[in-house]
């Protein structure tokens, strides 16, 4: 028993100063890890890491906390890469020894690395307070930001030039640590960036410039139709009162003036695939706007022009006795014209019931409706030659064919009315010549030139001309059929009489 006990206490007392050497470094990196970290988490508090962190992202990491966990871990490594060395285990010193050799190499890069994207975060705060500070003194900001309805400009350009800074020190950063596959890429793209960002500005400062130019040139044009009074014409019609045309004009201005300001401004961005086809269709557009002018300013005369001459006819037909012209016909009832607003309207049997009662629409005489046709084709006139203007031209033969139609339906109502009133004429002439006798052949004489003028007045008008002659030949037949009829079997008594007196002389022969 006493030479093992000896033998051990001489082996224990060989490696006894290395183990507790070993646990003194392993107790003392403890030690100085616990207060590294400690020290970490005070240090980036102090500095607001995670309320600065917090407010560039949506992140609720404790950052502190990560960090002080990171330097705790790494300064206990190396502690246990120490205390594995003075116990001379390589089995577990190696690794580890050559993984604390790895990180102890790329330390310096994650460092410079660190220590560049804090360099690059507080210039990309400073820019960005420096551009909120400058355009927050020029008050244009509140000026935009009040007509656009949006959030102030300042802060939108103070954080795009924050990220425009940051994007700038990214490529270093990645340079710094080595990575070789993200580095080319994204320095490229940096590259291509700000070589772009020339472009980019000449187009903000010519949309900009030309935001504000459409918008001064909508404010003129709107004050200056105001004060000419056009606002009056929209108003005089119930449907358009809300409609302000001294608003619209402005808003058209401000439209022809943004449209090519943003045309340029994509065409100063270089990209062609947007700019070429916007430019062609500008092109186009500015081309067809004398065309355009041409054809309002068409309408707009027509429309001026029409209403004179309509008041004009309906005063001359007026005068002429127009308006009397359905009594002369004998169609007072068929054009009697509507009670007046606040008249009533009686029944049948001359009593008044609440059904009965109404407010009608005001009367509408022969020469006003003349009027308004006179104004409608007028205006129908101007909408053909409108549209002829600005090229359209499926719409101008469309109206030109409906004109054509007008006019045959318009000679055919004149033929229908004529006829209606000869129709009239000749049964008056036919009553007066035997009173009381002759009522069947007025009305006969009345019927058949009322048939005659209505398949005149239909083939005038072009409505089914086939039917029209088959018709008219059909009701022909069926008269010359009924009259032979007639004829025939009235006289066939008198005809049996001659036929047997002819007989009888020809046989005595």
Known sequence: MQPWLASFENSVGNYLPTILGALAILLVGWIVALLAAAGTRKGLARLGTNQRLAAHSESKLDFEKIAGRVVFWAILLLALIGMFGVLNVDGVSGPLSTLANTVMTYLPRALLAIVLALVGWLVATVVRTIVNKALGATRLDEKLSASAEMQPLSNTMGNVA??????????????????????????????EFVGMLPNIFAAIVIGVVGWIIAKVVRGLVTNLLSATGVDRFSQQNESTRDLKLSQLGGTLVFILVIVPTLIAALDALRIESISGPLTDMLDMFLAAVPNIIAAAAILIIAWFLGRFVADLVARLLSNLGFDRLPERLGLAHAFAPPPREGEFIASPDGTVTPEALGHAPPRLTLS???????????MLFATVEAAHRVGFTGVRELLETFIEFGANVLLGLVIFVIGYWLANLAAQAIERTSPGNAVGMARIARVA?????LAMGLRAMGIADEIVNLAFGLVLGAVAVAVAL????GG??????LADHWAERHLRK
């Open 162 to 191: 924050y990220w425009l800074v940051l994007l700038l020190f990214l490529p270093a950063i990645v340079g710094v640590l080595g990575i070789q596959g993200l580095m080319v890429p994204l320095s490229a793209m940096t590259t």
């Open 368 to 378: 006003e409706l003349g009027g308004h046709t006179a104004l409608f084709f007028i």
């Open 449 to 453: 030139i009322l048939g005659l003028v």
């Open 486 to 489: 007639a004829f025939g079997l």
């Open 492 to 497: 066939r008594d008198a005809a049996g009489r």
